[in-house]
C-alpha cells in the first residue's frame, strides 16, 4: 500500500524559515503532479502550490514570493520552502500527488497525514 511520508513541519517565529518534504513510502510506478496543500483550524483545506512532472509550477497568491515549491524526480520527492512565515501560514500542511503503483493501470490520487507548520508572532 503505498502512502505519502510528509516531514519538516515546526514551530517557528514570524520571519522564519521551514522546509517541509514529502515523498512516497513503497514501489511506484510513475508520478504526475505533486503539491502541497493546507487547512488552518475552523477552515476549509486550500492548494499552497504544486508542481508538474516536467517541473511547471503554481501558487496561491497568499504565499507568492515566500513560498518555493520543488521537486526531484530520481527520490520521487517534492519539497516545500516556507520562507517570511506568518502567524497566518499556521495550518496542518498535507501533501498531494497524482500517482501510479506498479502494476495498475490508472493514477490515483494520494494524501499524506499531515503535518503541522505553527507560527508564533
Known amino acids: 500500500q503505498v502512502q505519502l511520508v510528509e516531514s519538516g513541519g515546526g514551530l517557528v517565529q514570524a520571519g522564519g524559515s521551514l522546509r517541509l518534504s514529502c515523498a512516497p513510502s513503497?514501489?511506484?510506478?510513475?508520478?504526475?503532479?505533486m503539491g502541497w496543500y493546507r487547512q488552518a483550524p475552523g477552515k476549509q483545506r486550500e492548494l499552497v502550490a504544486t508542481?508538474?512532472?516536467?517541473?511547471?509550477?503554481n501558487y496561491a497568491d497568499s504565499v507568492k514570493g515566500r513560498f518555493t515549491i520543488s521537486r526531484d524526480n530520481a527520490k520521487n520527492t517534492v519539497y516545500l520552502q516556507m520562507n517570511s512565515l506568518k502567524p497566518e501560514d499556521t495550518a496542518v500542511y498535507y501533501c498531494?500527488?497524482?500517482?501510479?503503483?506498479?502494476?495498475?493501470?490508472?493514477?490515483?490520487?494520494?494524501w499524506g497525514q499531515g503535518t503541522q507548520v505553527t507560527v508564533s508572532s
Open positions: 498531494n500527488a497524482d500517482l501510479r503503483a506498479p502494476f495498475v493501470q490508472n493514477y490515483r490520487n494520494y
Open positions: 508542481v508538474s512532472s516536467g517541473g511547471g509550477t
Open positions: 513503497g514501489r511506484i510506478f510513475s508520478i504526475n503532479v
